[in-house]
T-cell receptor
């Protein structure tokens, strides 16, 4: 699975959009971009995933660049409950074993 | 409610004792996984099972054992051979072979402390 690079931390104001970048310059054509988040002392929570096209669900939007070498997770209106570590993961979907390789992630602190 | 449960949330054991962590899911998922997380670190895969009565070693299987006798259950035993067992243990499940829908869903975790 391709490696990802994320900033170690970022702050965000409550009610504002939070834009979380992720670089995955070695991504392969059959690898998807997944985002999870982990609130302190809880299990990771799936947020969204995508292959080439931009995706949106009730939690967030995922913007993938045309060359697929980077992506941005957007939390449209951050709340205090969005404070968590956010992980960007690149992997082949459906592969045997199919582990999730978590890097360091971005520690997001939403401030009032 | 459908989901994954892990019990207990906190577990304390003396060094040299085996301990079994429970993981149950009612999502009808075929695949289940065990990960370990150390403070400030990402997750590392211990074991996974894609179907009942079958399981495979992950990246750090030494000192651990699992069984998969039922689809809903995937218990993890931390044996005395595991040199540094104190960690946060996470169980996950998914429906394999579903392409991009092969999303892993996690339980709340068990924090094991060996004294």
């Amino acid at each position: 699975d391709a490696k990802t690079t994320q900033p170690p931390s970022m702050d965000c104001a409550e009610g504002r959009a939070a834009n979380l970048p992720c670089n995955h310059s070695t991504i392969s054509g059959n690898e998807y971009v997944y985002w999870y988040r982990q609130i302190h002392s809880q299990g990771p929570q799936y947020i969204i995933h995508g292959l080439k096209n931009n995706e949106t669900n009730e939690m967030a939007s995922l913007i993938i660049t045309e060359d697929r070498k980077s992506s941005t997770l957007i939390l449209p209106h951050a709340t205090l409950r969005d404070t968590a570590v956010y992980y960007c993961i690149v992997r082949v979907a459906g592969a045997a074993g199919n582990k999730l390789t978590f890097g360091g992630g971005t520690r997001v602190l939403v401030k009032p | 409610d459908g989901g994954i449960t892990q019990s207990p949330k906190y577990l304390f054991r003396k060094e040299g004792q085996n301990v079994t962590l429970s993981c149950e899911q009612n999502l009808n998922h075929d695949a289940m996984y065990w990960y370990r997380q150390d403070p400030g670190q990402g997750l590392r895969l211990i074991y996974y099972s894609q179907i009942v009565n079958d399981f495979q070693k992950g990246d750090i299987a030494e000192g651990y054992s699992v069984s998969r006798e039922k689809k809903e259950s995937f218990p993890l035993t931390v044996t005395s051979a595991q040199k540094n067992p104190t960690a946060f243990y996470l169980c996950a499940s998914s429906v394999p072979g579903q392409g991009a829908r092969d999303t892993q869903y996690f339980g709340p975790g068990t924090r094991l402390t060996v004294l």
